[in-house]
């Protein structure tokens, strides 16, 4: 499977500037600059690239790879790290793209998206988090098709994400592609890296926002938002 051309791609390591310092973004373009050299590499050769270095992990923790109950870890590993990290193949250009429509829709009226469920693997420890994304904006003159903002969410949940860029990227596609009159992203999460750490962590609720437009000028735009997702 070839990887799709992705002006989302760039657009992701600018969208770190909102929460990240100059120095994280240079940073991520380094890295982005890295995944498209790999674009040359067919999705086997990257499959057995990570099979390789998950091999590599497992004897240097003193393990013995070709036993029984772990012959097939690497292949397993690699195979989960690609569906979890699924969203590098994938543009919000190509999930929103066809799908909005033209809508007259009573003023200052939201659209409200709530309970989508995401796993995401965070950057710092390569550990999965996982938890609720609610999604509200308010149309100007265009709205998208319905299922596409679990979708939307997914694939910028399915990159190696902190949690606070993956609430901002959402925000920000939306208004990009739907240029609506404001949009709010609130995104709860739960990070197994948090609780192994020791951190006494386990069970606690992340929560983070992104607002844009009349959801940062207006409170009551924010208090209904609140309302219609039931907190
Ligand atoms: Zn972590």
Redesign the pocket.
């Known amino acids: 499977m070839a990887l799709p051309k992705n002006d989302s791609l760039a657009a992701y390591g600018h969208a770190n500037g909102t929460n990240g310092n100059g120095h994280h973004n240079g940073h991520h373009h380094v890295e982005l600059h890295l995944i498209r050299e790999e674009e040359a590499l067919s999705q086997e050769e990257r499959k057995a690239i990570i099979e390789e270095a998950v091999r590599d992990i497992l004897v240097s923790i003193g393990e013995d790879p070709d036993r029984d109950g772990l012959l097939k870890t690497p292949h397993r590993v690699a195979k989960a790290y690609f569906e979890l990290l699924e969203g590098y193949t994938q543009s919000a250009e190509q999930i929103i793209n066809g799908a909005m429509f033209d809508v007259e829709y009573g003023e200052r009226e939201m659209v409200v998206v709530a309970n989508i469920e995401y796993t995401s693997m ?6 999965p ?1 996982t938890g609720k994304a609610h999604v509200a904006y308010i149309p100007r003159d265009r709205v998208v098709g319905l299922s596409k903002i679990p979708r939307l969410v997914d694939m910028f949940a399915k990159r190696l994400q ?1 949690q606070e860029r993956l609430t901002n990227e959402i925000a920000n596609a939306l208004v990009e592609y739907l240029d609506p009159l404001g949009v709010m992203v609130m995104v709860e999460g739960q ?4 609780a192994l ?1 020791g951190v006494k962590k386990h069970g606690v609720n992340m929560v983070t926002t992104a607002k844009r437009g009349l959801f940062s000028e207006d409170r009551e735009m924010r208090d209904e938002f609140y309302r219609m997702i039931g907190r």
């Open positions: 965070c950057e710092h420890h390569m550990l988090f902190v990070h197994s890296c948090a750490r």
